[in-house]
């Protein structure tokens, strides 16, 4: 499966952002897709992820309450809405597929990576 993430950008803090990874290759439904990142300096991180069921989502305590992760498996799709952004958001931020259970909500393990989508947060 090939990924490809988008919709990053410059935003200020406090302010929101989709990011969208669309997959081709395989159909996504087969994998549990996560959003990890990469600030500089720092080691990737992840960040979110959601099941193949899309019924069962977890999320890294940093981002929790205000990132949503959520998949269109119809569309081959997978986003990442973020809301009040904080500066340390800052970062390259990559999609990821797992192939996994239905249910299973992996933070490690992923086969699959696509480029990353830079997110700028101002404050």
């Known amino acids: 499966v090939q990924l490809q993430a988008s919709g990053g950008g410059l935003v200020q803090a406090g302010g929101s952002l989709r990011l969208t990874c669309a997959a081709s290759g395989r159909t996504n439904s087969n994998y549990a897709m996560g959003w990890f990142r990469q600030a500089p300096g720092k080691e990737r991180e992840f960040v979110a992820v959601?099941?193949?069921?899309?019924?069962?989502?977890y999320y890294a305590d940093s981002v929790k309450g205000r990132f949503t992760i959520s998949r269109d498996n119809a569309k081959n799709t997978v986003y990442l809405q973020m809301s009040s952004l904080k500066p340390e958001d800052t970062a390259v931020y990559f999609c990821a597929a797992a192939s996994t259970r239905w249910t299973e909500v992996p933070t490690t393990g992923y086969s699959y990576w696509g480029q990353g989508t830079l997110v700028t947060v101002s404050s």
């Open positions: 959601i099941s193949r069921s899309s019924g069962i989502t």
